[in-house]
Each structure stands twice: as structure tokens, then as C-alpha cells.
């Protein structure tokens, strides 16, 4: 029986050296290898800096960052910014272009302000009222020349063509007489091609006739051609001063031909 304890406890002991030795090679870190060390060292080392680099970043620290000037004066030092020019073409273009426009503007408001009370007259007092069958002409009446006069022919035609030329005009370059009579030239009434002449003669001697027959008209009809007629110039008007104000908002001109003589 001896033996045989003897022998157990020896290979209990043996088994137990065994596995202590396994714990400490499994808990034991590895040396780090040659190349691993070397990697390490160089990841360490700080850049090193040429000295034509480092002059290069010095100089680009003192670059300035503004366009101020520095102006010096004895002891103490001012900045000044430089002064913007104004683009004083800009702004003749902008002047002569209005007075163009704004000047066809001023002729349709004095005939609206002159037409405007013949067209109010069946509604003041002591007049004779309109009946409703002439009351409902008097609404057609206005939406159709709002709707012929106003939209089909001036915001569609007319009034970029005047916005148009009017921006053609440029002191210096235009003749005098172009820019004194910049109404009638934005209208096409002279310097215009052919065809455009004789479209706006034609239609400013047809308007003055029809005034003229317009004037001959009893009561209410007379009264009901005037609304009509303060209707589409209305319309013109604010459709010149609409394109007018895109056409600077937008720096695009309309998009129409501005009949220029060949």
C-alpha cells in the first residue's frame, strides 16, 4: 500500500508542478521583438524641421490677413480701409432709364387723372343713377379693357419694350437728344426700326382719335368707355413700374426685342 501512496503522490505533485508552470507562461507578457522597439522609437521621435521650412512658416505667420492700410505718423500708427468707388455709370444708367420710364408712367397718370372723373360721375351725387343693365356694362366694360388694354397690351408688349429701350440709354454714348426726350424714345416714337414707328405712330394717332370720339358720347356711355379706359391704363402703368423694378432687382432686362434701327 505504501508504494502505491508513494507513487500517487508523486504524480499529484508532478501534475502540479505542471500546471503552475502553464499559469505563469500564460499570465508572462512576451519581450517586445527588436523591430517593435525600433517602430516604437521612430513613432517617438519628433519631426525634425529644415530650416528653410521654418523660415517659409515664419513668414506666413507675419502675412497680413486684411487690405487695411497701415499709414504712420511720429509715433503712433492709424488703420484706413481703402475707399470703394461708386460706378458712377450705374448710377447714370439707373437715372436716364428711369426718367424714361417714369416718364411714359407720368403721361398715362395724367390721362387717368383726367379720365377719372368722367368715369366716377354715374356714382357722385345728383347724377343720374346707372340701371342694372348698364351697371353690368360698366363692369364688363372694365374688365375687358383691363384684360385687352392693360394685360394683352401693354404687360405683354408695350410696357417691356418701353422698360427695355430705356435701359438702352447710357449718358455718353446715346445722343443728347435720345436722353432729353427719353419718353418718346422708350415708346419708339423715333430711332426705332420701321416697323416699330409705324406701329407706335399708328397707335397713339388711333388712341387720340378715339378719345376724340369717345368725348361725343352721351350720357352714360361716354362714362362707361372712360372706366373702361382708366382700367387698362391702370393696369399699363403698374405693369411698367413692376417690370421695371424686376428688371434692376434681377440685373436681366426683358426678354424682348427693343426694335433698334438697323
Partial sequence: MRPCRFLLSFLALVGSLDIGFSFANANKSPLPSTATRQSAVSFVRPPVTTAPAMASTLRQRKKPTDTALNVSGGASSSRVNTPEQPDYKKLSVLLT??????????????????????????????AVPLSQVQLGIYLVTCLWFAYVEGYKGFQTKFSPLVVKRSLTLVPGTSGIHHILLAPLYSMGLFHASKKRKIVSWSVTIGVAAIVAAVKRLPYPWRNIVDAGVVAGLTWGSLSIIAIYCKAWMLGKPPAIDPAMPE
Fill in 97 to 126: 432709364s428711369l426718367w424714361g420710364s417714369g416718364g411714359v408712367i407720368y403721361i398715362l397718370a395724367k390721362a387717368i387723372k383726367r379720365v377719372v372723373p368722367i368715369a366716377l360721375e354715374p356714382f357722385q351725387e345728383g
